[in-house]
C-alpha cells in the first residue's frame, strides 16, 4: 500500500529528520510508528500525503509513486486524524463529517447516509449528535467525529498520528478498543502514530520502532518481545505496563521441539503436540497414542488466564491455537519465567 525507498528528509534549518527510511505498509495492515519524541514519526506522515516532500528518495502508494496523482485525489484517498481535531467550529458534526464527500460531490443522499453510518460506527448515536456543533462535544466525541471525518471519503489509507495523547486514560481505552474493532471491520490500511508502547502493542500488526530519523526494528509485536534487536528496543519494550501480554507473546513458536507433524516420530521424555498438513492441531501423543480431547490455549488469552488453566489442568505444557491452527507451545515454567523478568525490568527503571 506505501513504500518508502531511501527516504530522506532534512529541513531548511538543516534537521535532518529521516535518514534514508525504507519500509513497506501492506494492504489491509495496521502499522504503527513509535518512538521518542523527535524521532520522525510525523514527518514521515506529512510526506506520505505531501504535506511536505522528501529531500531523497521515492514514496509509492498503491504501487505508483505518490507524485503521478493529482494531489487532491491523493489527498481524497487518505483520511488524516491529529492529535488534536480541528474540526470546523461554526459547522455541525453532519457537515464537518461530509467535507470530503461534498468535494467528491457525492448526491447528498449518499452523504447522509454515509455520515449516520459512521456516526454508528464511532459509537455516537445520530439523531443526537448529527446537528451539533464541535464545542457542545467532548474532547473523546470530537475525537471520534475526526476518525469518522477521516473515514468519510472512502479512502484507502487512514493516517492517525497520536490520535488519543491528548485524551484521559478512560476514553483513549475505548477509543482504542473501537478503533481495533473498526479497523478489523473495514479492513482498511491504517498507519498509526504513538509514543505508548502499550498501544503500539495493543494495536499493531507490525511496530516500527524508530530512532533519530532511523529505523531500528520492524517487527510484529510477538517478535519485538522475543527479539528485540538492541539494548535500545530492550528498553522501549520493558518500560510499559502489560495488561495485553497474551499466550502467543510468550509462547515458543512454530519451531518448538514438542511439535511434530502427523506421522512423524521423535524421541523425547514429554507429551508431544501433532500439527496436520494443514496446520490444524490434531492432538497430544504420549507413549505413542494420540488424545484429541486435551486442553489448548486460545493464542489472544491473556498471561494470568494462560496461568489459571495451567493450574487447572496440571500440566507442564500446553498448545497454543489460533482458531484451529497449532501455533505454538507454551510452557508454564515459560510465564513465570516472563513476569519474574519483567517484575526485574520493573525494578531497574524505577
Ligand atoms: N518544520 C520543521 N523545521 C525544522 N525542523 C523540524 C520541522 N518539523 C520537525 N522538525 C524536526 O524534525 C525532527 C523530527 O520531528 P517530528 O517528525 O515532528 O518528530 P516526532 O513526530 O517523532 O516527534 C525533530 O528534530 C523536529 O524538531
Ligand atoms: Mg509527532
Redesign the pocket.
Known amino acids: 500500500m506505501i513504500t518508502f525507498t531511501s527516504v530522506s528528509k532534512t529541513?531548511?534549518?538543516g534537521?535532518e529528520?529521516l535518514k534514508s527510511l525504507n519500509f513497506h505498509v501492506k494492504e489491509g495492515e495496521f502499522f504503527v510508528l513509535i518512538?521518542?519524541?523527535?524521532?520522525?514519526?510525523?514527518?514521515?506522515m506529512k510526506l506520505i500525503n505531501r504535506l511536505i516532500e522528501p529531500t531523497q528518495g521515492e514514496i509509492y502508494f498503491k504501487g505508483q509513486e505518490i507524485h503521478t496523482y493529482p494531489i487532491h485525489e491523493l489527498r481524497w484517498n487518505i483520511g488524516y486524524v491529529l492529535q488534536r481535531i480541528a474540526l470546523f467550529p461554526h459547522m455541525t458534526v453532519a457537515e464537518n463529517i461530509a467535507v470530503v464527500p461534498e468535494m467528491r460531490r457525492w448526491e447528498k443522499a449518499r452523504i447522509r447516509e454515509q455520515v449516520d453510518r459512521l456516526l454508528e460506527r464511532v459509537g455516537m448515536d445520530p439523531v443526537t449528535y448529527r446537528h451539533r456543533k464541535p464545542a457542545e462535544l467532548s474532547g473523546g466525541q470530537q475525537q471520534r467525529v475526526g476518525v469518522a471525518r477521516a473515514l468519510a471519503g472512502d479512502p484507502d489509507l487512514i493516517l492517525m498520528?497520536e490520535p488519543f495523547s491528548a485524551l484521559d486514560p478512560i476514553s483513549r481505552e475505548r477509543l482504542q478498543l473501537d478503533i481495533q474493532n473498526l479497523q478489523r471491520e473495514i479492513r482498511k490500511t491504517v498507519v498509526f502514530?504513538t509514543h505508548d508502547m502499550d498501544e503500539a502493542m495493543a494495536l499493531g500488526d507490525r511496530v516500527c520502532l524508530?530512532r533519530k530519523?532511523r529505523i531500528i526494528q520492524l517487527d510484529t509485536p510477538q517478535r519485538l518481545i522475543q527479539h528485540p534487536e538492541d539494548d535500545f528496543v530492550r528498553t522501549f519494550i520493558g518500560d510499559r505496563k502489560m495488561p495485553w501480554q497474551t499466550a502467543i507473546d510468550v509462547m515458543v513458536d512454530a519451531n518448538s521441539p514438542w511439535i511434530v507433524m502427523e506421522g512423524e516420530r521423535k524421541e523425547t521424555d514429554g507429551p508431544l503436540f501433532v500439527r496436520g498438513e494443514r496446520g490444524e492441531f490434531l492432538g497430544c501423543l504420549e507413549n505413542g497414542i494420540l488424545k484429541k480431547e486435551v486442553p489448548v490455549l486460545p493464542n489472544h488469552s491473556p498471561l494470568h488466564e494462560a496461568l489459571q488453566i495451567f493450574r487447572e489442568n496440571g500440566v507442564e505444557r500446553m498448545p497454543v491455537v489460533r482458531e484451529d491452527k497449532l501455533v505454538g507451545v507454551l510452557s508454564y515454567r515459560s510465564i513465570v519465567d516472563y513476569l519474574e523478568r519483567v517484575e526485574r525490568q520493573k525494578g531497574m527503571t524505577r
Request: charged fraction near 15%.
Open positions: 529541513y531548511s534549518d534537521t529528520a518512538g521518542p519524541s523527535g524521532c520522525g514519526k510525523t514527518t514521515t498520528d502514530v524508530m530519523g
